[in-house]
């Protein structure tokens, strides 16, 4: 059979594996028999009935849906940067779409708090909405921004120091902000920048799903752009593509990812820039017919694999994702780029 329908199958079962894992493990031990009861839909008897439809209902399965499509939409938007701008090192945060979702928190958290003496990011479900807004509208406007500069500039190193630019001002423009603010908004800006799977609960997980179900294959459509654009602006302009067109609708795709994954996670990193090179190794292939499912599917895998970790049997609460994320990814991408240094010496 071929090594990439393999791949794709083994793939496939690892995420199954992992999302029950997700189920099963946690601060409180629930049966294997408990979980797979409530799976099928049956009831639970016993004092303790109530205590598990609640975790693995109101908690466990949000967060594991979360994880999986997370951690794909990211997948997806690294594997856009990188083809977009032909280099390895780009990830979901590199046009400073992900800085522009980070200031439009802090604006809520930190700025709300020194004028009306109250965070919105403390107001329960008002705080969350007004939180998940700041972010998209944050993270679109650095979009709509870097989509007008595309149009002003034809290389792409220009329009990437322009990204890094713009999240560097972002930056310093929280950084201000966190100087006037008090000090409890403050800690809520930083546990909101960590990043993680199990902010989004209830009705709103249902609709995250939604969308990214809607986005993830809208991307797919722009999978023949992608493979033109790997030969060059000459050749790809030759064979008849627009390449300026394309290149706004790839960054566009790949921002509106960006900013509704950090809208209601955070800012997850490693993810974007981790799983795309993982993935070419396991495929060996530049095609991106099979690199965009399969990116969605590492990326998915990877995520509820971390997403694991953080909630390991005996941790108190959840180890922060970006730290589980960045002690995986990095590890991950060191290795693929020294074994493509070596086959590239051996050739």
């Avoid at 493990?25 to 439809?53: C, H, K, M, Q, R």
């Avoid at 009306?116 to 993270?139: K, Q, R």
């Avoid at 090179?277 to 990877?302: E, Q």
């Avoid at 694999?305 to 970006?322: Q, S, T």
Wanted: aromatic content about 6%; hydrophobic content about 55%.
């Amino acid at each position: 059979m071929n090594r990439r329908i393999l791949s794709i199958i083994a793939l496939v079962a690892a995420i199954v594996l992992l999302f029950f894992v997700n189920l099963l493990l946690g601060s409180v031990a629930i049966p294997f028999a408990d979980v797979l009861s409530l799976l099928w839909g049956n009831e639970l008897t016993g004092d303790e009935a109530l205590i598990y439809e609640n975790i693995i209902w109101k908690s466990r399965l949000p967060q594991a849906l979360t994880a999986m499509v997370a951690g794909a939409g990211l997948a997806v938007s690294g594997l856009q940067m990188q083809t977009v701008f032909r280099n390895p090192l780009a990830g979901p945060s590199v046009l400073g779409i992900s800085n522009g979702a980070s200031l439009g928190v802090a604006f809520v958290v930190l700025l709300s708090g020194q004028l009306g003496g109250v965070a919105l990011s403390s107001l329960g479900v008002v705080g969350d909405a007004a939180l998940n807004v700041a972010a998209i509208v944050g993270s679109l406007s650095v979009m709509a921004l870097i989509a007008w500069v595309s149009q002003k500039v034809r290389g792409n190193v220009t329009l990437l120091i322009i990204g890094v630019m713009i999240g560097y001002l972002a930056t310093a423009i929280i950084g201000v902000l966190k100087f006037f603010s008090a000090e409890e908004d403050i800690k809520a800006y930083v546990v909101w920048g960590l990043g993680s799977f199990a902010r989004v609960s209830g009705d709103q997980v249902w609709l995250f799903v939604a969308l990214m179900a809607v986005l993830l294959p809208l991307s797919m459509l722009l999978v023949k752009q992608m493979n033109l654009m790997l030969l060059g602006d000459g050749y790809a302009r030759n064979l008849g593509l627009n390449v300026e067109r394309s290149r706004l609708l790839i960054i566009c795709s790949s921002g509106v990812l960006v900013a509704i994954v950090t809208a209601y996670c955070g800012p997850v990193m490693f993810i974007g820039l981790a799983v795309p090179h993982l993935c070419r190794a396991l495929m060996r292939t530049s095609d991106h017919r099979i690199l965009m499912p399969g990116t969605m599917l590492t990326g998915a895998a990877l995520a509820l694999f971390c997403n694991v970790v953080a909630r390991m049997p005996g941790f108190e609460g959840a180890l922060p994702v970006n730290s589980v994320t960045a002690l995986v990814g990095a590890p991950v991408v060191a290795s693929v780029l020294f074994r493509r240094r070596r086959d590239d010496t051996l050739a």
